[in-house]
């Protein structure tokens, strides 16, 4: 449906037809959260809620664009790319910028995007953005660029040109999803395994707080460098470590008077967060799916109380699910501070689950909640040609 709409809007805008048509879905991620930069394990997946890109290689250094979810458009040339208040078109800029300075030949292009991501939801609309541009190009110019260095030059874009810190997750669950899996993510070595996940008895419900407090970004980059804090303090007794993956509960409780009281509860955090995807793992083998929801509610209390992330409305949200028998596991999700909760329900449940978590959200704040039912889809891919 979006495509086609994609596709009639190509055509009233630029008057000709798109070369290529792309989806680049946004992702959720099940379990391992702020583990990615510490070099540890993430648990995400790619899903149906996406992008699509309508393009067409253009004469010359010029690029078009229209955002078709905002109904706004800018110009601008790939020889002088500068980052302006229009913040979609910092992410779309950016991989022009990072494809340039790795020394592939790329021109102008018109282009159209849009689709049913929800933005500011912690679902990846921008990696989604960022993927689907790297990906268009690619096949555009043929540049033969494989998916990793896609998805490197991706993060790349959005670190250096838009200037967010963030780890190497959500493009790579961007690009690397499949259907009916989860990807297992070694953030370090970037080694990746499926794991099937199978919805026939449950749901993934995404719950949206509809609120994203201003304070994210600073204090993401506030847990980056207390994570890195942790890290130093320990160095000196244990050289060979490089990031909080190589650290185990053992070292931290040997040396945890030498840490301040808040480093030390954001490193505890992601010792036992990095141990806990590989735990859950073994859990969607032996496919105990109560066992993976307790693992999910950890994780959240761990954002919670130690890496302090969350906000009132993630909590109570999470908080409404205890009592609901049909609900294996509830958490936030995504780097916090609003945003989305994810929610592992059963089937029978989901109906109950909905009306009453949003009645009583809609109570406590007077927000109409959101909610997606999501399914897990394949990452980036072209659609037609
Ligand atoms: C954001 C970042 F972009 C990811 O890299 C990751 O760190 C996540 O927050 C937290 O797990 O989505």
């Keep these: 449906m979006y495509s086609s709409l994609i596709t009639e809007k190509f055509h009233s805008f630029f008057q000709s037809s798109p070369e290529l048509i792309v989806r680049s879905p946004g992702r959720i991620n099940l379990i391992g959260e702020h583990t990615d930069y510490n070099g540890g394990f993430v648990l995400p997946a790619s899903i149906d809620k996406e992008l699509y890109f309508a393009i067409r290689k253009k004469e010359g250094s010029d690029c078009r664009i229209f955002a078709e979810n905002l109904d706004e458009h800018d110009e601008f040339s790939i020889d002088n790319l500068e980052k302006t208040g229009k913040e979609w078109a910092n992410y779309l800029k950016g991989v022009v910028d990072q494809l340039q300075k790795a020394g592939y030949k790329i021109g102008g292009f018109d282009l159209v995007f849009g689709g049913n991501i929800p933005t500011g939801a912690g679902v990846s609309s921008s990696a989604a953005l960022e993927c689907g541009l790297a990906f268009c190009l690619n096949q555009l110019y043929d540049l033969n660029l494989d998916t990793l260095t896609m998805v490197k030059l991706s993060q790349k874009a959005e670190n250096e040109f838009v200037g967010v810190n963030c780890g190497i997750m959500d493009q790579f669950a961007s690009m690397f999803g499949k259907q009916s899996s989860v990807i297992q993510i070694d953030c370090r070595s970037l080694n990746y395994q499926y794991f099937p996940f199978e919805m026939e008895d449950f749901i993934l419900i995404l719950c949206n707080t509809g609120v994203k407090h201003s304070l994210g970004n600073s204090e993401y980059n506030t847990r980056r460098q207390e994570c890195e804090t942790g890290v130093q303090i320990l160095q000196k007794y244990y050289p060979e470590i490089k990031t909080l993956r190589d650290v185990s509960m053992e070292m931290l409780g040997k040396h945890e008077t030498e840490f301040p009281e808040i480093v030390l509860k954001r490193c505890k955090y992601v010792v036992e967060e990095i141990v806990r995807v590989q735990e859950a793992c073994k859990d969607l083998t032996e496919n105990n799916m109560r066992a993976f929801g307790q693992k999910m509610y950890q994780t959240h209390f761990g954002l919670q109380h130690d890496y302090a992330v969350s906000c009132e409305e993630l909590d109570y949200l999470v908080e409404q699910t205890l009592e609901d028998e049909n609900v294996f596991g509830a958490r936030m999700m995504g780097g916090g501070f609003g945003g ?24 406590k704040f007077n927000i109409e909640l959101v909610s997606h039912l999501v399914t897990i889809t394949d990452g980036t891919s072209v659609l037609s040609h």
């Design 340 to 363: 989305c909760t994810i929610n592992l329900v059963k089937k029978d449940g989901v109906d109950r689950f909905l009306a009453s978590i949003s009645e009583a959200y809609q109570q």
